[in-house]
């Protein structure tokens, strides 16, 4: 079974702020999944990875699938930004991490 | 502007009644997935489908639980009896897939929040 270990389990940083949230798993992937969950509780599918790195505006994600690990990073952070962030690795089954709970003060 | 629409958005309902939530996937897409969050848990996957047929229940308590796709247009997932250890909220997700299992960006719908008494 992969286990999902996401850090911090919450973090609150000032508006501007470039905003890291860490993702490690213990078995080897086919492909990893970000997503945002608002709090209203919508759920957002920000980034499929596999290898490599993805950009969509200020998000960024990256993987490294020899040390199984992945980060988002949000630059220029924004209190719209405050979200549950949660990665899901897929090997045989989709297994999530608990979410990062993050806070942006104005 | 294509969505996953999922109804009831809210069930209230007494232990041992049954259950029925309905998912209306994004036209088009060949994948279905059913998940379940908790606070204690977190988001988990019950079940899933391509093409309507189901590729794996293994997430979903089997004596319980049942997910079909009577059509390409709606999957249901049905708890009887329920149990007030099943309230949570049900989200369902579509997507498109060409090759792996779980390669491809899921669209989630809103979810159903369910609160067994």
């Known amino acids: 079974k992969n286990e999902v270990e996401q850090s911090p389990q919450n973090l609150t940083a000032q508006e501007g702020e470039f905003i890291t949230i860490n993702c490690s798993y213990s078995?080897?992937?086919?492909?990893l999944h970000w997503l945002q969950q608002h709090p209203g509780g919508g759920i957002v599918s920000l980034f499929m990875l596999s290898s490599g790195k993805k950009k969509h505006g200020r998000l960024i994600a990256t993987i490294n699938i020899q040390e199984k690990h992945s980060s988002l990073h949000i630059t220029a952070s924004h209190p719209r930004d405050s979200a549950v962030y949660i990665c899901?690795?897929?090997?045989?089954?989709?297994?999530f991490g608990t979410g990062t709970r993050l806070t942006i003060i104005p | 502007d294509a969505r996953v629409t999922q109804t009831p958005r809210h069930k209230v309902t007494e232990m041992g009644q049954e259950v029925t939530m309905r998912c209306q996937p994004i036209?088009?897409?060949?994948?279905v997935f059913w998940y379940r969050q908790t606070m204690m848990q977190g988001l988990e996957l019950l079940a899933y489908?391509?093409?309507?047929?189901?590729?794996?229940d293994s997430g979903m308590p089997k004596d319980r639980f049942s997910a079909e796709m009577p059509d390409a247009t709606l999957a249901t997932l049905k708890i009887q009896p329920s149990e007030p250890r099943d309230s949570a909220v049900y989200f369902c997700?579509?997507?498109?897939?060409?090759?792996?299992?779980?390669?491809?960006?899921?669209?989630f719908g809103p979810g159903t929040r369910l609160l067994v008494l």
């Open positions: 997700a579509s997507g498109l897939v060409w090759s792996s299992d779980f390669q491809e960006t899921q669209y």
């Open positions: 489908f391509r093409n309507r047929a189901p590729l794996d």
């Open positions: 036209l088009g897409h060949n994948t």
């Open positions: 078995v080897g992937i086919s492909a």
């Open positions: 899901a690795v897929a090997d045989e089954k989709l297994t």
